[in-house]
């Protein structure tokens, strides 16, 4: 009955800037913690960032300083805010939701393997 539609994504050319949206539909979502995730062809599925239930947050290196969660709650809706866009950001990009939002920050989620919703992708492709 949880559904996660993404949004958003497109070509783009390196050092442009993208918004990918992630709208919920079913479920609480203001309970959920919610993240982003991408995969290359050949790669795994890579953490990208998460938004707490509480609003705290937490980022992968790779896009520390350059990408942006946020959540609105009243539109059921996670966003990703994507700038100073490289061609190794080209990946399929996926929402994914946790109904088990902890309470202890350490605990929150970074392992792909602990969201049991997910969206079916968007499509981000830089080009040089």
């Known amino acids: 009955q949880v559904q996660l539609v993404e949004s958003g994504g497109g070509l783009v050319q390196a050092g442009g800037s993208l918004r990918l949206s992630c709208a919920v539909s079913?479920?609480?979502?203001?309970?959920?913690?919610m993240a982003w995730f991408r995969q290359a062809p050949g790669k795994e599925r890579e953490f990208l960032t998460v938004?707490?239930?509480?609003?705290?947050?937490k980022y992968s290196d790779s896009v520390k300083g350059r990408f942006t969660i946020s959540r609105d709650n009243a539109k059921n809706t996670v966003y990703l805010q994507m700038n100073s866009l490289k061609p190794e950001d080209t990946a399929v990009y996926y929402c994914?939701?946790?109904?088990?939002?902890?309470?202890?920050?350490?605990?929150?989620?970074?392992?792909?393997?602990?969201?049991?919703?997910w969206g079916q992708g968007t499509q981000v492709t830089v080009s040089s």
């Open positions: 079913g479920g609480t979502f203001s309970a959920y913690a």
């Open positions: 938004i707490s239930r509480r609003l705290w947050t």
């Open positions: 994914g939701a946790d109904s088990n939002d902890s309470a202890s920050y350490y605990y929150i989620a970074v392992d792909p393997r602990q969201y049991e919703y």
